[in-house]
């Protein structure tokens, strides 16, 4: 445009990248030329970038951070004239007018009219006009125009224009927009035009009828109606009917429908077939017919489920009988687990995905909420800083949690959910960007697995040597932590193909370049019944290693983790009515808890309704089974999730999750 001049930008020898980032180390950006009216700006040049101001620190409204310098939480923690740029938690995107490149999720102060904004809007027209893309987050700050989006709500559109919510529905027209949206972007569109709510179905009927075309995605919030899909599970049917799953078996009849499918599609049909649950349960994974949500109202429920906020980002912890905690709820919640503690109560232990140095947080780490024995919460306490990134980790037999730094030259460290002992870093590695931990008991030497978030990230495995098996042998669970002290390292080769056998090797090389074939930028991993499984995000793939038979296959996770993989699942499961294999898979829209019961079926358990690109992570059980916890990482926030029967959740979790 007339006032705006491309810039590029060479990186910053003291910014982070990760390993293996090859190629051209420039970025560019386009930003706009006009000057400030501010007056803290008057007069400087806006066009002249400048290095990011380091170390990270956080900004406060006492202590406003000046140009280039971060971490900020609003425009109040910036010197006059300046604006806390939120690049909406997408690491390595560039910064206006500052130089370097930025890995992390670091809110920095920018100049004022410095950030890339939209064009002025267009005249209000009836006229249909063609989508703004790429899409963009809008704000109250960055108010999109007609036609873009994402926006959550009309008070991040321009004036005339309101958000449109079109019920999370991929592929349905966008009311005065030209071009087919597959997404679930919701739009900014002229005010008056949204297409009201569709009036509810009639009934259902026994007779049959033909199929609904063209097909569309079903979602708990605009489900489907009899004979019309694609559904995942019963939740996203209307009441009476079920999602009829033919086993990906294309041209098979469907019950109570006119017409021949010969897709995999699943259908929504009448449930007169349909067994219901043993009597006592309430539980019903999946079916979301009864609007359940959580106390703040920000994430749905599987009918029987309730669920509470025990934790929020940047507070202080409520306690059972009116207190607070010492210190306040870390940032960004990450990978955890439930260890045991004293009187049968528990500890879950959560990583701070935060940036080296400086945070509201300060130095990421660890924390740790403990939990008497009826899940009550007793207790909060910061039990590890002075780390960087903690993304992922995993326990130890020895009620220890090991924490991943996912940064260049991280270490992977032992922490104490207790806070009796300061942390330590463990032989496993030092080359960064590791992601989760795994052990495998069953077998002696005990072996230990960590898998690495990089373009040549390798999975590693860690066995103890004599003198670590010494360390394992011991009573004491504080004896034990030098067991990843001691050993050797080697790191997995797999033969290729989606089946066939692997080994372990010493050649770091040779490891490198089979992860960059076959299983690159890796992140959740579990073992259990002598299989290990582990995510490739990059991929869209999981990997299942037969650590007795040194078999392996992988398969695709596009429609979700061991999708047609029953044999799989119910390796995992009891055989119990409401038995489920849960996991976490990041993304979009919907973040939440997904399932499959021993026959394979899919269920969404819960969802939030949070801002585009929220992640779900830190699934675990309480110590009785009768707490599930969960985090929103970005939003903050742990939730405790009940049964409304008051039974315990049967089955098993994987810590598997994927973006």
Aim: charged content about 20%; some cysteine; hydrophobic content about 25%.
């Amino acid at each position: 445009g007339d006032n705006e001049t491309l810039i590029f930008m060479r990186s910053d020898s003291q910014a982070q990248r990760r390993p293996d980032d090859r190629g051209s180390n420039l970025t560019m950006a386009v930003y706009s030329t006009q000057e400030s009216r501010s007056p803290a700006l008057r007069g400087r040049n806006l066009q002249q970038s400048i290095p990011f101001v380091l170390p990270v620190r956080p900004c406060s409204t006492s202590k406003k951070c000046q140009r280039c310098e971060g971490h900020c939480e609003n425009n109040g923690e910036c010197q006059s004239g300046l604006i806390c740029h939120d690049k909406g938690g997408v690491r390595g995107s560039p910064i206006p007018g500052c130089q370097g490149t930025d890995n992390s999720k670091t809110r920095w102060c920018i100049a004022e009219g410095t950030a890339p904004t939209p064009p002025s809007p267009s005249p209000r027209s009836s006229s249909p006009i063609p989508f703004v893309t790429p899409v963009r987050p809008c704000s109250g700050s960055n108010k999109c125009q007609r036609c873009e989006g994402h926006c959550e709500n009309d008070g991040e559109c321009q004036a005339g224009l309101v958000c449109h919510d079109k019920g999370g529905v991929r592929g349905s027209p966008i009311p005065g927009c030209i071009g087919t949206d597959n997404s679930k972007t919701r739009w900014c569109i002229e005010q008056g035009i949204a297409i009201g709510p569709t009036p509810p179905p009639p009934p259902p009927s026994s007779s049959p009828i033909p199929f609904v075309t063209p097909v569309r995605p079903c979602s708990g919030s605009n489900q489907c109606r009899r004979c019309e899909g694609h559904c995942e599970n019963d939740g996203e049917c209307q009441s009476g009917l079920v999602c009829h799953d033919k086993g990906g078996v294309g041209g098979s009849p469907i019950p109570g429908c006119i017409g021949t499918d010969n897709s995999k599609t699943r259908w929504c049909i009448l449930s007169s077939s349909s067994p219901p649950p043993p009597s006592g349960v309430s539980y019903e994974p999946g079916n979301f017919s009864r609007n359940r949500r959580s106390s703040d109202g920000k994430v749905k429920l599987s009918n029987g489920l309730s669920a509470t906020v025990i934790a929020a980002k940047n507070q202080q912890v409520p306690l059972n009988g009116g207190g607070r905690s010492g210190d306040r709820f870390h940032i960004d919640p990450d990978g955890a687990a439930v260890v045991n503690g004293p009187n049968g109560g528990w500890y879950y232990v959560s990583n701070a995905e935060e940036p080296a140095v400086g945070s509201a947080w300060n130095n990421g780490g660890v924390g740790s909420i403990q939990f008497d024995s009826s899940g009550r919460v007793i207790g909060y306490k910061r039990v590890a800083s002075g780390t960087r990134n903690n993304c992922g980790g995993g326990r130890t037999p020895w009620n220890s949690w090991v924490s991943c730094e996912e940064v260049d030259n991280g270490k992977i460290f032992q922490t104490d959910p207790r806070g009796s002992r300061d942390k330590r870093a463990t032989a496993m590695g030092s080359m960064g960007w590791y992601e989760s931990f795994a052990y495998d008991d069953k077998v002696y030497p005990p072996r230990f697995f960590v898998t690495r978030d990089a373009e040549r990230g390798f999975l590693t495995r860690f066995t103890p040597n004599s003198q670590g098996l010494a360390c394992y042998n011991k009573q004491n669970d504080y004896d034990r932590w030098c067991t990843l002290d001691h050993g050797t390292l080697d790191y997995l080769l797999i033969s290729g193909g989606p089946s066939g056998t692997f080994t372990w090797t010493t050649n770091r090389g040779a490891a490198e370049q089979n992860a960059r074939q076959y299983y690159w930028f890796n992140e959740g991993i579990d073992v259990a019944n002598g299989r290990l499984y582990f995510t490739s995000k990059k991929l869209k793939r999981m990997v299942i290693l037969n650590l007795r038979a040194k078999t392996y296959t992988y398969h695709s996770t596009v429609s979700g983790a061991f999708n047609h993989q029953p044999d799989q699942v119910s390796r995992l499961l009891k055989d119990d009515h409401n038995s489920v294999l849960y996991f976490c898979e990041d993304g979009g829209n919907d973040p939440g808890v997904h399932g499959r019961d021993k026959n394979g079926k899919y269920f969404t358990i819960l969802f939030g309704q949070f801002p585009y690109g929220e992640e779900t992570t830190g699934l675990a059980w309480s110590r009785d089974s009768k707490h599930m916890y969960v985090s929103f990482q970005n939003t903050g926030k742990i939730y405790d999730v009940t049964r409304d029967d008051g039974l315990p959740f049967s089955g098993q979790t994987l810590d598997i999750k994927y973006h």
